[in-house]
């Protein structure tokens, strides 16, 4: 699968712009400010159907404009898939696939995958553990359709436990029977989530271990593990939460509350690991998602670079680079601030590319 060309119209600082791309290495190269990440996130925007770095669709449409709309061409199966996508403020979303109107948007995750490699990736290291399960779950959720549901129906069904505990604190009263309805559906969703990412993790360690071990020049040990409520109790855990549930007057357990711990050599990266051993971390779990999706779905992901020289010294861009364009890895789009640089490297590495100056 592969991104033939895209067309941005009010999307962020572009008013009309088509690009036609390569099927393998595509560079977009410029001074800050000019719209490379832009272009990269209207790739992700055509898989996910939402920005990567935006999560509000007024701020992806252009200054002084109502409305964005973007479509692209792929390549899938040797056939062509037309995707649409636009958004007017004050109107709902309107998605396409073949000119033909998506039920749910969800029913488009996972059809065009795209693993995206950012600078904004340090959240998921410097951040609280909401961003850490938003990562686990999208990748999860471009290979499993159902996960997607039972998640989706969970956050419902929470959302509706955590407003009767609030109208039971409001009004100074409490029905069991009533809030077991909600516990029943909750134990049950939250099962099969927990089982599926606890598989998921089993599955992705050590592939990440492998692409650590690949771009980074030490020899630490590193790890993904996963915490949760229900690891040592699936079955009481909403019981013995409940006073605290009722006083906080939340849902205080459970697989919203899951983590994923990031380790290297026994301890926390966030506090014991070097910038550059960051970095190589987060590299190394985004491969490791891409393959995961690639196994899960027999389609390569697309892969976006997003100045990636901020990541990584010049030789280990080159290695990365490289490892990314053997034949397991699909398109692949980078985005950089110094034009000869980019262009030498590419010309070292692979002669199908197109560089793009903005």
């Known amino acids: 699968m592969h991104l033939d060309r895209i067309h941005l119209v009010n999307f962020k600082n572009f008013q009309d712009?088509?690009?036609?791309f390569s099927p393998k290495i595509n560079a977009f190269v410029g001074n800050n400010g000019v719209g490379k990440t832009n272009v990269l996130d209207a790739v992700y925007y055509l898989s996910i159907f939402k920005s990567y770095f935006h999560h509000s669709d007024k701020n992806n449409i252009k200054?002084?404009?109502?409305?964005?709309?973007?479509?692209?061409w792929f390549q899938k199966e040797e056939q062509e898939e037309h995707i649409q996508c636009g958004f007017q403020i004050g109107q709902k979303k309107s998605v396409k696939r073949n000119q033909k109107s998506y039920d749910r948007i969800s029913d488009h995750i996972g059809k065009f995958p795209v693993v995206i490699i950012s600078p904004y990736d340090r959240d998921l290291i410097a951040e609280g553990s909401d961003v850490r399960?938003?990562?686990?779950?999208?990748?999860?959720?471009q290979a499993n359709a159902t996960y997607l549901?039972?998640?989706?129906?969970?956050n419902k069904v929470l959302q509706q436990r955590n407003s009767l505990l609030k109208y039971f604190a409001a009004n100074r009263v409490f029905d069991a029977l009533q809030l077991e309805v909600f516990d029943n559906e909750i134990l049950s969703l939250g099962a099969y989530i927990f089982e599926e990412r606890d598989k998921f993790i089993q599955e992705?360690?050590?592939?990440?271990?492998?692409?650590?071990?690949?771009?980074?020049?030490?020899?630490?040990?590193?790890?993904?593990?996963?915490?949760?409520?229900?690891?040592?109790?699936?079955?009481?855990?909403?019981?013995?939460?409940?006073?605290?549930?009722?006083?906080?007057?939340?849902?205080?357990?459970?697989?919203?509350?899951?983590?994923?711990?990031?380790?290297?050599?026994?301890?926390?990266?966030?506090?014991?690991?070097s910038q550059g051993q960051q970095k190589s971390f987060l590299i190394a779990l985004k491969l490791a998602q891409l393959d995961f999706i690639k196994?899960?779905?027999?389609?390569?992901?697309?892969?976006?670079?997003?100045?990636?020289?901020?990541?990584?010294?010049?030789?280990?861009?080159?290695?990365?680079?490289?490892?990314?364009?053997?034949?397991?890895?699909?398109?692949?789009?980078?985005?950089?601030?110094?034009?000869?640089r980019t262009e030498e490297l590419l010309k070292r590495v692979n002669e199908d590319y197109k560089l793009f100056k903005l």
């Open 295 to 340: 196994n899960h779905l027999n389609i390569t992901p697309i892969l976006l670079l997003d100045d990636i020289f901020d990541k990584l010294d010049e030789s280990r861009v080159e290695q990365l680079i490289k490892l990314v364009n053997d034949a397991d890895f699909g398109q692949i789009f980078i985005s950089d601030t110094h034009p000869e």
């Open 133 to 141: 399960r938003k990562f686990l779950d999208s990748i999860i959720s």
């Open 204 to 273: 992705f360690h050590p592939v990440f271990q492998y692409y650590y071990n690949a771009i980074s020049t030490g020899r630490e040990e590193v790890g993904v593990l996963y915490a949760s409520d229900l690891k040592y109790n699936q079955k009481n855990y909403l019981t013995d939460s409940l006073d605290r549930d009722k006083l906080l007057q939340y849902t205080t357990a459970g697989i919203h509350k899951d983590d994923l711990d990031f380790i290297i050599n026994q301890n926390k990266i966030k506090k014991f690991g």
């Open 17 to 20: 712009q088509t690009f036609d």
């Open 63 to 72: 200054f002084d404009e109502d409305y964005f709309f973007l479509e692209g």
């Open 149 to 154: 549901k039972k998640l989706i129906r969970y």
